[in-house]
């Protein structure tokens, strides 16, 4: 034990939608593998496997943050290649679960307008920020 603060994991809607979808069609060995990933990812946030991958325009993380993308070979061919897109803010080590989505979906991500969309609301469910107001 290293005494360090362990992970948690949030799936978003867009998450928990997508996922559904890829689990009805790659079944229960994709299920699994996806809980094992999803597990690692609690003690080595950027595992070999993973990149740090663009944001979309006009998109800024604040301080802590991080985008990255995983890559899992779940079978063969297209269908076969999953990509799991998450954010890691190490600050409140929390790690929220954006999209997951094979090669025959998207060639290379989602598209732009949704992807910024989705991260979006994301970061917006994130308790405000604690401030102090001046009185002046």
């Known amino acids: 034990m290293t005494g360090l603060t362990p992970f948690s ?3 978003s809607d867009n998450f928990k939608r997508s996922f559904k979808k890829l689990a009805k069609t790659l079944g229960s060995n994709f ?4 809980a094992e990933v999803l597990e690692g990812l609690i003690d080595d946030q950027y595992p070999i496997n993973s ?3 663009p944001l979309p325009a006009k998109i ?14 779940v079978g063969k061919g297209a269908s076969g290649q999953v990509r799991l897109m998450y954010l890691v803010n190490t600050t409140d ?4 679960l954006v999209w997951i989505y094979n090669h025959e979906q998207f060639a290379k991500r989602p598209v732009e307008k949704d992807l910024k969309s989705v991260i979006k609301e994301i970061l917006d469910y994130q308790p405000p920020e604690f401030f102090i107001e001046s009185e002046e």
């Open 31 to 34: 299920v699994e593998l996806v």
């Open 60 to 73: 800024q993380l604040r301080e802590g943050w991080r985008f990255h993308k995983l890559e899992l070979r």
């Open 51 to 53: 990149r740090h991958e």
């Open 9 to 11: 994991i949030e799936e």
């Open 93 to 96: 080590c929390v790690i929220k």
